[in-house]
């Protein structure tokens, strides 16, 4: 089974890099990178796992879903190619010139009917087609495997049959490089030209350095511009022929062909002083331009490159008018007038900051003393006024971008503190809507993700959640229960939300309007009287989904649920849920047995607090009666030992006055005959009196 499922992916190979090859594996959980477009390793179909953390949801698994998730997970191993490779082809030359490849994430079940087809001819199989993706190669990080295997690949820009990814590490550091020559084209040519910095003794080195840069823009025009594939009507061009002629059809050919003119050859006539015959190797602007979009685009803080972009324009300008302020003071005459630089300390740092100062500030500058000067003057003031203006607001704009969204926050926190302010609320619930917004932010860097993402075709939208939430997604048993279709027709509706430490996010009792999936932190269920946890949620749990099913008696929330610490949960309204399971009855069920599930085990535990409550108060009457029946017999006892002394004081009572008759008979002399007596000891036990009692019985 597993055999027969490489096979298939071996059909569903995304990258023609990876043809007729078993795509490498990665981890089945991956994180797919916030920066990049989705990749199919971000795909619900590719995530599928066998693991839970909730304890709610069901342990069991049957055979046959062990040997399926077995099969899946296998898929999913080796589904993981990238789709956007930074890496050149192998084997184009062999493939379709334009090829095409689908947008929509791969279904497993669509591989799964093909797998009959391999089934029949296991050994012997066509090697199969390469299809190749449209979509934007923006790279994401590759792990340390595949940079190492990029140091390697980036040596392919040398291979002059394979075409070039415009998105590929090669060809940005390929840029990078013609960027450094034309940079050094733009600053020495001026440089050379005006100040005396070439002399016969370093000529030979300014001019390897030259020929160097000459070389860069050479393979660039003639090796690495002609294999630059690119995109038509969405897909990928990669055959040299077609890429040969794209670039001859741009502009930027021209230019670049422009720039290559060997107007040094006539340094043979004039000499190599003459450093601005190369002038034409600054028409080779569009390249400057290529390597900052580039940068722009794969950068995390795009806003660098662009005030870098800003500031080498800012500083070029000064060095030009520079070079022109030396050139003139030159022609007119080093140190002639008070205008003129005068020759003294290092010219160039000199003459940048006179052209810095003229360039920002008006006043104070030396005054011009001839018609040329005062035309420098003129035309060093404008720049100053005109462009550096532009320039710096340029820069003012680049930043006021890159920290808006920050701005924006501190608006949103400052008017919702005034406002609760304004209504003298609780000292308490203020902190508590500041730690919350103060949370919320440092977790998703802003407050509403659908407006982001809301400018993007819905498709898109879709595939760029599904990649950034697609850790979590896969964790929950529901998706994985159900179709794939599910979790996409899902993803665009859930709402991220944040609870705080203690928050009630549902309370027993209310009605139910939303369900959650827990993305980060712990939830309890508490149980009725909310002294008991029923149970601990964690990332990937579904809750409050039971009083959203419509079931009859069950339309309120059965338990409350609390946020143990900070939770980040997604919100699904009633309303998206119905649309949902309206198309997916498979879902219904699913959610409906985990409901059964739960109300039956909440109604156990509750029929059992009643059996012990019950006992607990019967036991507590059957001690109360033992209790009142030993104390009726105490009182019975003493009563009776109460009697007993009246008998035993009458009898007392009678030895008494038969003693004295006796002793006044012998007082008298008269003869008395005494009963005879039987004196018996009664026990205290017996008579349960505190002192044993001697009981005289008269015979
Ligand atoms: N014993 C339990 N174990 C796990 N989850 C529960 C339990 N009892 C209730 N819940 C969840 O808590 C939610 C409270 O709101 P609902 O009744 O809508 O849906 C409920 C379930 O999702």
């Known amino acids: 089974m597993v055999w027969s499922s490489l096979k298939i992916l071996r059909r569903h190979t995304v990258h023609p890099s990876t043809s007729g090859a078993i795509p490498e594996a990665k981890s089945p959980i991956g994180k797919a990178p916030y920066g990049?477009?989705?990749?199919?390793?971000?795909?619900?179909?590719?995530?599928?796992?066998?693991?839970?953390?909730?304890?709610?949801e069901k342990k069991s698994q049957t055979k046959d879903d062990t040997q399926q998730n077995q099969v899946k997970g296998t898929l999913v191993q080796v589904q993981k190619v990238r789709l956007f490779t930074s890496n050149t082809p192998q084997e184009y030359s062999s493939m379709n010139d334009i090829t095409e490849a689908p947008t929509e994430l791969q279904d497993l079940k669509e591989p799964k009917s093909r797998d009959n087809s391999t089934k029949r001819s296991p050994v012997k199989e066509p090697p199969p087609p390469a299809v190749e993706t449209p979509q934007s190669p923006v790279p994401s990080s590759p792990?340390?495997?595949?940079?190492?295997?990029?140091?390697?690949?980036?040596?392919?820009?040398?291979?002059?049959?394979?075409?070039?990814?415009?998105?590929?590490?090669?060809?940005?550091?390929?840029?990078?490089?013609?960027?450094?020559?034309?940079?050094?084209?733009?600053?020495?040519?001026?440089?050379?030209?005006?100040?005396?910095?070439?002399?016969?003794?370093?000529?030979?080195?300014?001019?390897?350095?030259?020929?160097?840069?000459?070389?860069?823009?050479?393979?660039?025009?003639?090796?690495?511009?002609?294999?630059?594939?690119?995109?038509?009507?969405?897909?990928?061009?990669?055959?040299?022929?077609?890429?040969?002629?794209?670039?001859?059809?741009?502009?930027?050919?021209?230019?670049?062909?422009?720039?290559?003119?060997?107007?040094?050859?006539?340094?043979?006539?004039?000499?190599?002083?003459?450093?601005?015959?190369?002038?034409?190797?600054?028409?080779?602007?569009?390249?400057?331009?290529?390597?900052?979009?580039?940068m722009d685009r794969?950068?995390?803080?795009?806003?660098?490159?662009?005030?870098g972009k800003t500031l080498f324009y800012i500083f070029y300008l000064i060095h030009l008018n520079a070079c022109a302020y030396y050139a003139m003071s030159d022609w007119i005459g080093l140190g002639s007038n008070e205008w003129v630089y005068n020759n003294e300390g290092n010219a160039y740092i000199r003459c940048f900051y006179f052209a810095t100062k003229t360039a920002t500030s008006i006043g104070k500058n030396p005054k011009p003393e001839n018609t040329e000067e005062y035309l420098f003057m003129t035309a060093a003031w404008l720049m100053g006024v005109f462009v550096f203006a532009l320039l710096i607001g340029q820069i003012r704009d680049i930043i006021a971008t890159a920290t808006r969204a920050r701005a924006e926050y501190r608006k949103t926190?400052?008017?919702?503190?005034?406002?609760?302010?304004?209504?003298?609320m609780p000292a308490a619930l203020q902190r508590r809507v500041t730690c919350w917004f103060n949370y919320t932010w440092s977790q998703q860097r802003c407050f509403d993700e659908a407006k982001i993402l809301n400018s993007l075709p819905f498709n898109?939208?879709?595939?760029?959640?599904?990649?950034?939430?697609?850790?979590?997604?896969?964790?929950?048993?529901?998706?994985?229960?159900?179709?794939?279709?599910?979790?996409?027709?899902?993803?665009?509706?859930?709402?991220?939300?944040?609870?705080?430490?203690?928050?009630?996010v549902v309370?027993?009792?209310?009605?139910?309007?939303?369900?959650?999936?827990?993305?980060?932190?712990?939830?309890?269920?508490?149980?009725?009287?909310?002294?008991?946890?029923?149970?601990?949620?964690?990332?990937?749990?579904?809750?409050?989904?039971?009083?959203?099913?419509?079931?009859?008696?069950?339309?309120?929330?059965?338990a409350t649920v609390r946020s143990r610490g900070y939770s980040n949960l997604f919100a699904l309204s009633r309303n998206d849920l119905d649309a949902a399971l309206k198309h997916h009855k498979e879902a219904a069920?699913?959610?409906?047995?985990?409901?059964?599930?739960?109300?039956?085990?909440?109604?156990?535990?509750?029929?059992?607090?009643?059996?012990?409550?019950?006992?607990?108060?019967?036991?507590a009457s059957l001690a109360s009666d033992n209790a009142s029946i030993a104390k009726n017999r105490?009182?019975?006892?003493?009563?009776?030992?109460?009697?007993?002394?009246?008998?035993?004081?009458?009898?007392?009572?009678?030895?008494?006055a038969l003693s004295k008759r006796r002793l006044s008979a012998v007082s008298e002399n008269k003869d008395v005959k005494l009963p005879s007596c039987r004196v018996s000891v009664v026990s205290r036990s017996m008579a349960k009196t505190p002192l044993p009692t001697i009981v005289l019985s008269a015979d």
């Not at 059809?249 to 190599?272: A, E």
């Not at 109300?599 to 009643?610: F, L």
């Not at 030992?641 to 030895?655: F, I, L, M, Q, T």
């Open 36 to 56: 990049s477009w989705c990749t199919p390793e971000a795909t619900p179909a590719h995530n599928k796992l066998t693991q839970t953390n909730s304890n709610v």
């Open 143 to 294: 792990s340390r495997h595949q940079k190492c295997r990029g140091f390697f690949r980036r040596l392919t820009l040398c291979d002059p049959f394979a075409p070039i990814d415009p998105q590929g590490r090669g060809y940005i550091s390929w840029l990078l490089l013609v960027t450094y020559c034309y940079s050094y084209n733009a600053w020495c040519i001026a440089l050379r030209a005006t100040f005396p910095y070439q002399t016969p003794e370093n000529t030979p080195i300014w001019m390897a350095v030259d020929y160097f840069c000459d070389l860069v823009y050479l393979l660039d025009v003639g090796l690495v511009k002609p294999r630059l594939m690119f995109l038509h009507e969405g897909f990928w061009v990669n055959e040299l022929a077609e890429t040969r002629k794209n670039y001859r059809k741009k502009l930027q050919y021209k230019f670049d062909v422009i720039s290559l003119t060997p107007l040094d050859l006539l340094y043979f006539y004039f000499g190599t002083h003459m450093v601005i015959l190369r002038f034409p190797r600054l028409l080779k602007l569009q390249t400057f331009w290529e390597f900052h979009q580039a």
């Open 298 to 307: 794969v950068l995390s803080s795009p806003y660098v490159v662009r005030i």
């Open 413 to 424: 926190v400052d008017g919702c503190t005034r406002y609760l302010r304004r209504l003298n």
């Open 460 to 504: 898109m939208k879709r595939d760029v959640a599904l990649a950034v939430h697609m850790s979590t997604l896969s964790k929950v048993q529901l998706f994985r229960d159900c179709s794939d279709s599910l979790l996409r027709d899902l993803v665009l509706q859930l709402r991220p939300v944040s609870f705080l430490p203690g928050d009630v």
């Open 507 to 558: 309370r027993r009792g209310d009605v139910g309007h939303q369900m959650y999936i827990i993305k980060a932190g712990t939830c309890y269920v508490m149980s009725q009287d909310e002294n008991e946890v029923l149970a601990t949620l964690r990332e990937g749990s579904v809750f409050g989904e039971i009083s959203l099913l419509g079931i009859e008696g069950l339309r309120r929330r059965t």
């Open 589 to 619: 069920q699913v959610l409906r047995l985990r409901a059964d599930q739960i109300i039956r085990e909440n109604a156990a535990r509750q029929a059992k607090q009643r059996i012990a409550h019950i006992q607990a108060k019967k036991s």
């Open 634 to 656: 105490r009182l019975s006892s003493v009563s009776s030992n109460d009697s007993s002394s009246a008998v035993e004081g009458k009898r007392h009572r009678s030895a008494s």
